[in-house]
């Protein structure tokens, strides 16, 4: 069963260094459920009870969270081989903190979180492997959720849209690159107005700083983003 999902699940930060002979018997003993979404499709919803821990096997899922006002903010995308819904699975609550959609068709397996932490059926020994990457998953998430502060405490949208294309620029470790979020998906990442955004966008353009046509972007004045940034 896990044989055709097995590029995908080796890319997983939960299974790092784990053998592959040996992966295929923690898999086992984790009682995977495997399930498919199509392009829009809520795979969970913001206070909904929470049951089991996700890994996206193909496709692409989104992770938002709705404002008072009821907007949306998008906290981020995840891809092959990425997991959702371990920070609440060992936080004590028992809802859904975030809304999941599916970006694109996607298949995401799914675990019970006791299956990390509980005591496994087969005496694997990968299982204390299992239980190490599980807590450096949490702290990189709680970094992840640090940057997105960052984001937020930057007063100017001028210096948001920098600090991001230039994230993205040493992801890329080049000038010209594809953005993962269109316009509306950046729009609420950054939590501005798509409006705002595209004027913003289309000044820096006159200026010289980038150039862009849909999410493809081009940085044409990398110290003036620089300088810009704050």
């Known amino acids: ?3 055709k999902w097995l590029d995908s699940i080796t890319k997983c930060a939960l299974f790092e260094d784990i053998p592959t002979e040996q992966l295929l018997g923690v898999l086992q003993c984790m009682n995977l459920k495997v399930n498919e979404y199509r392009k829009d499709d809520y795979l969970t919803l913001a206070g909904d009870t929470f049951t089991e821990i996700g890994i996206i096997l193909q496709g692409t ?7 008072a006002s009821g907007g949306r903010v998008i906290i981020g ?4 081989g990425e997991m959702f819904g371990e920070m609440a699975a060992y936080s ?3 809802f859904w903190p975030l809304t999941v959609i599916a970006k694109t068709n996607c298949t995401v397996m799914f675990f019970s979180q006791d299956k990390i932490v509980g005591c496994c059926d087969k005496v694997c020994s990968s299982h204390k492997k299992l239980i190490m990457n599980m807590l450096k998953v949490l702290a990189k998430r709680a970094l992840m959720l640090n940057r997105k502060v960052e984001y937020l405490s930057i007063k100017s949208l001028r210096g948001k849209i920098c600090s991001y294309l230039l994230e993205e620029y040493n992801k890329n470790g080049r000038t010209t690159f594809q953005l993962d979020l269109n316009r509306n998906e950046l729009a609420d990442f950054i939590n501005v ?5 595209s004027r913003e966008l289309g000044k820096m353009r006159d200026e010289g700083l ?8 081009k940085i044409k004045d990398f110290a003036a983003l620089q300088e810009q940034c704050e």
């Open 193 to 197: 107005s798509r409006p705002s955004l």
């Open 77 to 80: 995308l995840l891809g092959p």
């Open 210 to 217: 980038i150039d862009f046509h849909s999410t493809a972007i």
């Open 61 to 67: 899922v989104a992770l938002t969270k709705e404002t």
């Open 92 to 94: 004590g609550q028992k």
């Open 1 to 3: 069963m896990f044989q």
